[in-house]
């Protein structure tokens, strides 16, 4: 018999796709109270836990070629409307090797789905020695500079070892779950702890950080810092991932509209960029003050949400794009 389906989950997801959206309308919301200071805290945990959930709930048969021609065809739907956004400037060049945007999640999980069988199949001991071998590489990855955008594959490389993270703990997520129920109040006593310091801790390191250091697209040389940094990053990351399993594990019951949103993260993902592009481009966001920034940009980003996030939409979109209908079955996350 299946296990009950994993609410914490859906519900985390539905918090950081939030955050994705949060964070990528601060860009153009210069006005926004201690904007750096936030942006900096997001993108010091948002992708890599995303990345982490994507390990920890993948399947043994991905839908490789059906997320490829995927790519293939937001890759040139957001070419074509950039070019328009921008009033046609220049002639219209389509590519296909360096992603668009937000587009390169989607080719780093095409390349961490094509290894995913491998890595579910391997013993604790091997993925143990593989995610040493990716750590080392992904450090190692911010000295060449010829590993840059094309392909994602500095991203792909700095963001892997949370993919396997993943994977090494996809078998012993249900496990998992009941160790961290089983804690009790020491949850309630880890939760208070992190929202107190983690916050504290990226306020103070965003004084001097850049966000160039935690794009991952960028070596070392080009944006002045080093393999310790990026080693910071990782341990910053990996205790913002348990805080996050931790919270998750006290939000483990459905959440009526947030749980059925944490479902379908991915067109959200790709679809608020087409808005954010447009809203940037007319200036949208920047005649707000500090006071209606606080009020409407998280107001904007749950719009997004709701709008890319229903269940209809993602009816709709899986058969446009022929991915097939989800199972009736509510026992499972990925």
């Not at 002639?91 to 999980?109: D, E, K, N, S």
């Given at each position: 018999?299946?296990?009950?389906?994993?609410?914490?989950?859906?519900?985390?997801?539905?918090?950081?796709?939030?955050?994705?959206?949060?964070?990528?309308?601060?860009?153009?919301?210069?006005?926004?109270?201690?904007?750096?200071?936030?942006?900096?805290?997001?993108?010091?945990?948002?992708?890599?836990?995303?990345?982490?959930?994507?390990?920890?709930?993948?399947?043994?048969?991905?839908?490789?070629?059906?997320?490829?021609?995927?790519?293939?065809?937001?890759?040139?739907?957001?070419?074509?409307?950039?070019?328009?956004?921008?009033?046609?400037?220049?002639?219209?060049?389509?590519?296909?090797?360096?992603?668009?945007?937000?587009?390169?999640?989607?080719?780093?999980?095409i390349a961490y789905w094509a290894v995913s069988p491998y890595l579910l199949s391997s013993s604790l001991r091997k993925q143990?020695?593989?995610?040493?071998?990716?750590?080392?590489?992904?450090?190692?990855?911010?000295?060449?500079?010829?590993?840059?955008?094309?392909?994602?594959?500095?991203?792909?490389?700095?963001?892997?070892?949370?993919?396997?993270?993943?994977?090494?703990?996809?078998?012993?997520?249900?496990?998992?779950?009941?160790?961290?129920r089983g804690l009790g109040a020491i949850r309630w006593a880890l939760f208070a702890a992190g929202l107190a310091l983690l916050?504290?801790?990226?306020?103070?390191?965003?004084?001097?950080?850049?966000?160039?250091?935690?794009?991952?697209?960028?070596?070392?040389?080009?944006?002045?810092?080093?393999?310790?940094?990026?080693?910071?990053?990782?341990?910053?990351?990996?205790?913002?991932?348990?805080?996050?399993?931790?919270?998750?594990?006290?939000?483990?019951?459905?959440?009526?509209?947030?749980?059925?949103?944490?479902?379908?993260?991915?067109?959200?993902?790709?679809?608020?960029?087409?808005?954010?592009?447009?809203?940037?481009?007319?200036?949208?966001?920047?005649?707000?003050?500090?006071?209606?920034?606080?009020?409407?940009?998280?107001?904007?980003?749950?719009?997004?949400?709701?709008?890319?996030?229903?269940?209809?939409?993602?009816?709709?979109?899986?058969?446009?794009?022929?991915?097939?209908?989800?199972?009736?079955?509510?026992?499972?996350?990925?």
């Amino acid at each position: 018999m299946n296990a009950k389906r994993l609410y914490g989950y859906d519900n985390l997801r539905a918090l950081l796709i939030f955050l994705v959206v949060f964070a990528h309308l601060l860009e153009i919301c210069g006005q926004f109270p201690h904007n750096k200071e936030i942006y900096f805290t997001i993108y010091s945990f948002h992708m890599p836990a995303f990345v982490f959930l994507s390990g920890l709930f993948c399947g043994k048969r991905p839908k490789l070629g059906r997320f490829f021609l995927m790519y293939l065809l937001f890759q040139t739907l957001y070419l074509i409307a950039v070019w328009r956004i921008n009033g046609k400037v220049g002639a219209l060049r389509l590519q296909y090797t360096t992603p668009y945007w937000i587009l390169w999640y989607l080719l780093a999980l095409i390349a961490y789905w094509a290894v995913s069988p491998y890595l579910l199949s391997s013993s604790l001991r091997k993925q143990a020695a593989l995610l040493a071998a990716s750590l080392c590489l992904a450090l190692l990855a911010g000295l060449d500079d010829s590993v840059g955008r094309v392909l994602s594959l500095s991203r792909i490389l700095v963001f892997f070892p949370f993919f396997l993270l993943g994977c090494m703990l996809n078998p012993r997520r249900e496990a998992l779950q009941d160790r961290l129920r089983g804690l009790g109040a020491i949850r309630w006593a880890l939760f208070a702890a992190g929202l107190a310091l983690l916050p504290l801790l990226m306020l103070r390191w965003a004084k001097t950080a850049t966000p160039w250091m935690l794009y991952g697209s960028f070596s070392y040389a080009e944006r002045a810092y080093g393999p310790g940094i990026r080693l910071l990053q990782y341990a910053a990351a990996g205790l913002w991932i348990g805080w996050l399993l931790v919270l998750q594990s006290l939000a483990d019951f459905r959440i009526p509209g947030v749980s059925c949103l944490g479902r379908n993260t991915l067109w959200v993902f790709l679809l608020h960029g087409f808005v954010l592009r447009l809203a940037g481009k007319r200036k949208c966001f920047a005649p707000l003050g500090r006071t209606e920034a606080l009020l409407l940009v998280p107001a904007a980003a749950i719009l997004l949400l709701v709008l890319f996030g229903n269940p209809l939409l993602d009816a709709g979109m899986r058969r446009v794009l022929f991915l097939g209908g989800r199972k009736r079955s509510d026992r499972k996350n990925g």
